[in-house]
């Protein structure tokens, strides 16, 4: 896969044999000055260590190294999990001569486990030697856990005639259920971008990619979307309102979804990409609350991944969602064909069961009663779910 990285950023990568025999599950990023940094992390009230330090360090808006491991999430680990992802990065600092709150850790894997620090820290000697011998692409590979492809993208754009490049790579493939996003995400740019309003582009991203996902209704402890801005293009500051920041919002939402999208369609189990659009509410709310509601339930997912048109558990959710409704103006449309009609099943069901065979379903549920409207990215539920998740810390 060829990708165009941001000017500015060096990447490596390492096997620290943390969980994972025989491949790469340790990297860092540097970027040779110092960026201007904003994030988005887990609403749960359940924070891993990197987290909390990430949350810490954000405020000074200024980052110039993440380091990222794989097979420990540092999570639920205590003080010692913090002093452990404090050293971390303090080792990363010294080997780079950098200023050690400038460094960021961000860990995904399992939790409660203590953090093999026997293997990280001779690791990271060989990250810094090695910097500039990786592309992104090896990051993607080295954060993957229960993914079965690495993920990202990029994008480039022209602003008063310098060309902007912004990669972004993830991970997450279960405990996908966001309230913010639900994964490592890293968004790196060589733009140079007013803090406050990249801090406002990318909680608008996030909140219309990331936030629209749902594979399996657990949230992680240690989601976390950082985006670095080093201003390595040379180009002039984009400011909130200019006709530049217009293009830049667009351009990250644009990827901040395509990334969304790849967490589904790889995600745990997948076989199929599920479409939940709600419109017609009497508020976003009740929208939302119906989305969430539908694309949660193991019932609608289930009967999905086995190709039958059971639309009435759609409608099941529709009604249990808290979302005020009425039975008599309620539409649900599978893949285009109605099956059931303000109140009146249409007895379609026949025509939808060759479709649903199909590798992407819509499903669209018109209320009939305002403007609200929303749409999630989901996913269907299969064995392959319950036997990578019945033993995935052991």
């Not at 997948?270 to 009740?286: L, N, R």
């Not at 109605?338 to 649903?356: A, V």
């Not at 018109?366 to 036997?387: A, H, P, Q």
């Amino acid at each position: 896969m060829e990708v165009v990285s941001p000017k500015g950023f060096l990447f490596s990568v390492a096997k620290a044999g943390i969980k994972y025999p025989d491949r790469n599950d340790i990297a860092l990023i540097y970027s040779k000055k110092p960026a201007n940094i904003t994030g988005v992390f887990t609403t749960n009230k359940i924070k891993a260590a990197p987290v909390k330090i990430c949350i810490k360090r954000i405020r000074t808006g200024i980052a110039q190294a993440l380091i990222l491991n794989s097979g420990n999430a540092n999570a639920c680990t205590g003080s010692e999990g913090i002093k452990n992802a404090l050293q971390i990065t303090d080792k990363v600092a010294e080997k780079l001569k950098i200023n050690k709150e400038f460094v960021y850790p961000l860990s995904t894997g399992v939790i409660g486990m203590p953090m093999p620090m026997d293997k990280i820290i001779p690791a990271i000697d060989e990250l810094v030697s090695n910097l500039g011998k990786a592309t992104a692409l090896d990051v993607a590979r080295a954060i993957m856990t229960t993914d079965t492809c690495p993920k990202l993208t990029y994008r480039q754009l022209k602003i008063n005639g310098k060309q902007l490049n912004i990669l972004g790579l993830c991970k997450g493939a279960g405990m996908i259920s966001p309230n913010m996003a639900t994964m490592l995400c890293v968004i790196l740019t060589d733009a140079n971008i007013e803090n406050n309003f990249m801090k406002e582009a990318l909680r608008y991203a996030v909140s219309e990619s990331f936030n629209l996902i749902n594979i399996d209704g657990d949230m992680s402890t240690n989601d976390t979307v950082l985006m670095l801005a080093n201003g390595e293009s040379n180009s002039e500051k984009i400011q909130p309102k200019s006709p530049s920041a217009k293009i830049l919002r667009k351009t990250l939402h644009e990827l901040c979804l395509e990334l969304a999208h790849m967490i589904v369609k790889n995600g745990e189990g997948v076989t199929k990409f599920i479409t939940v659009e709600v419109k017609g509410a009497k508020t976003s709310s009740d929208a939302k609350r119906i989305a969430k509601a539908v694309s949660n339930s193991l019932l609608v997912k289930t009967a999905l991944y086995g190709n039958d048109p059971n639309w009435g558990r759609i409608i099941a959710a529709v009604g249990y969602s808290g979302a005020t409704v009425k039975e008599e103006s309620i539409q649900i449309f599978i893949n285009n064909i109605c099956l059931f009609d303000k109140g009146i099943p249409t007895m379609k069901e026949n025509k939808l069961q060759e479709s649903l065979e199909q590798k992407e379903v819509q499903i669209l549920i018109n209320l009939n009663m305002g403007r609200g409207r929303t749409k999630i990215f989901t996913s269907d539920i299969s064995e392959e779910y319950v036997k990578i998740n019945s033993a995935y810390r052991t």
